[in-house]
Each structure stands twice: as C-alpha cells, then as structure tokens.
C-alpha cells in the first residue's frame, strides 16, 4: 500500500507496445537525438506546442539539471513536499528555507513575504504526500508576484494526471518565462523502470537537454501510447473515485484520522505502532516520519487493486480493533 503508482497498472496497450519495440529491436539503434518523437507526442497530449517541451530520463533527471542550472541564490519549499526537493537544492550554494503550508487557501500570504529576487520556489501540485491541490488562479498570483521581484517557480504535476478537475500551468508556462513545469509520466502510466519526465517552458532550455534524454523502447512505446492515454486517465480517475470513497469510510468508521486528497494516495495520522502492526499482516504503509515536518505516526496510503484494497481494510480493521 505504500506504491503512489497507478492502481490500474500500465495499461495493456503500452505494454503491448513495449514489447513489440522490443520485438522489432527498437534497443539495437538509439533513440532521436532530443527525444524528439516523444516531445511531439507528449506535447500533443498536453496540447501545447512541441517548441516548449523538452524530455528528460524521468522527473528527478529534469529537476536537477533545472536547479542546477538556475542556480538561485534562495530557494524555498512548502512543507511537507517530496524529499527530494530538499536533496536536490542542497547540489547549489543557496539559501534554503522550509516553509510550513498544510493546503488551505492561504498559499500566497504564507508565501508572499518570503518572495524576493533570484528567489526559487519549488512545490509539488497535486502535493506529495499530502495531496492536496492549489488552484491554477492562486498560483498564477504566485507568478506575478515572482516575475515583479525577480523569481522564479518551479512546479512539480507528476500526479496532475490522477486529478479530475486539472490546475495545470503547462499551457500557462508558455506567457511567462520565470515558470518551468515539471512532470512524470511513469506513475501515471505505472513503468517507473523506463524513466519519462518533462519540463515545460517559455525558455529555450534545449542546451541542457542531453543527448538521447531518453531510451529508445520508452521513447518508441510512449510515444504511440500517448494517443489514446486520454481514456486511460478517465479510467484512472474513475476508478481511483470509487475505491477512495471505501477507504475513506472505513477509515472513518474506524477513527483513523485522514488528510483529504484530490489523488489516489492519503496521509494518515495514528499511533506510531500502526505501520509495525500492518506489516506483520504483510501490509506495508509508507512511514512518513522522515518528510518534515512529519513525525513518527504520519503515514501514506495508497490506493491498489479493489481485492488488494479489501484484504488491507479488513487487516486494517483487525489491528484496530485488537489494538482497542
């Protein structure tokens, strides 16, 4: 229960895909230069313009050639946020500050006074782990106030595509030149192993692009996949709707605390010795205690298959009440 990848799995098609390149031998010559067929395709599922797309070997590749490259003097994360944020600005001699926001709708006050030239936020939209969502017209705010001083945004929408109602900046990123918009495409598409990310924006990055960003089953699969990846996310959102609405009433009835999410992973909050309980029933719960400014008690679930999710319930309901 601890994989933020998609319930669903990789979808039958993709893998059909990727075993017909492997069939033709699409691994004995090397991918375009830029990963060019793949930018097409994507962009195309973006619907934005292929000139503004560029891809990288998955979302963490893409994010620290980006910082490196900014190399802001400041840079500033909302907490609690992926881990890696942190690691990654600490590659550059800048000033980092951790700044606490829970997902309410006060971002910009939180943030506003902190902003300031060669400034660098960074944050996750949908939030991991958190995930909760902040509106596009917040985050526009957002933008205005870092273009006035001099900064700069980074977003982060690797789980955009688990949400039904979308606040994505990619077709936002092309009016502004202090935006990059960052994206996985494997947690959506469930193939981690073949690395597919991509930066959005204005500014004309092609020089930081390495060459061959990507490998040339990925890029052959992926590619062709993306045309029909439309129905797979309405699958996806469908399907992540119904079986949250059964965790969420289990939890409840159990009085297990819980974070809304607009995706298919929660953040709970219980007695440390619920993640230890779980897994003695060979459930595994993603502890949470090293993402601050979490503790111990703090724990993420994710949404699997609906019998994987009905045997955790019922081990979930055991521990509770044996423990009580």
Known sequence: MSSNMNPLGAPRELIELIRRGVDEEHYAHYPTELGDELRMALAEYEGVNYGVTYVFNGATEALQVLIMWLRPGHII??????????????????????????????????????????????????????GYLVKRDYLLMLVEELRRCGGILIVDESFMDFVR???????????YDNVFVVKSYTKFLAIPGLRVGAIYTKADIEHLVPTWPVNSIAEYAVSKYMKQANGFREST????????????????ELGINYYDSVTH??????????????LKLNF???????????????????IRSRDINDLFLNALSRVIQIKH
Do not use: C
Not at 81 to 106: C, F, K, P
Not at 165 to 175: A, F, G, K, T, Y
């Open 165 to 175: 109602n979308r606040e994505s900046l990619i077709r936002d990123s092309l009016s």
């Open 237 to 252: 959102i469908s399907y992540i709707e119904n079986e949250k609405a059964r965790l969420t009433k289990v939890l409840n």
């Open 265 to 278: 992973y929660l953040v709970i909050r219980h007695q440390p010795w619920l993640g230890e309980e779980l």
């Open 284 to 302: 595994l719960i993603r502890d949470l205690s090293n993402v601050p400014p979490l503790t111990r008690g703090f724990f993420r679930v994710s």
């Open 77 to 130: 994360i909302p907490i609690p946020n992926y881990s890696d944020y942190l690691r990654l600005s600490q590659l550059v001699n800048a000033r980092i500050e951790l700044v606490e926001y829970w997902g309410h709708d006060g971002i910009l006050d939180t943030l506003l006074n902190r902003l300031g030239p060669n400034a660098l936020l960074i944050l996750s939209n949908p939030n991991s782990p958190m």
